[in-house]
């Protein structure tokens, strides 16, 4: 059975045989679409900040206060 996953970083789609499975030393295990929303994950960044992901929200300003 083919499954389809959701990137855990931006919320696109991952094509089967493809993205980055990560798994934490907590045991928790997440998929990344690409290494680009694998790195911003690992820096730290919202998603909900970044305009290309499916998870931005409108209205937000870029600067965290």
């Known amino acids: 059975m083919v499954v389809i996953r959701k990137c855990d970083y931006c919320g696109r789609e991952i094509p089967p045989g493809q993205?980055?499975?990560?798994?934490?030393?907590?045991?928790?295990?997440?998929?990344?679409?690409?290494?680009?929303?694998?790195?911003?994950?690992?820096?730290?960044?919202d998603p909900r900040r970044l305009p290309w992901t499916k998870t931005y929200i409108k209205g937000v300003s870029g600067r965290r206060k």
């Not at 499975?21 to 694998?38: A, D, E, L, R």
């Open 19 to 45: 993205g980055i499975m990560y798994v934490s030393n907590k045991g928790v295990i997440m998929w990344f679409c690409s290494s680009k929303c694998f790195k911003n994950f690992k820096l730290g960044r």
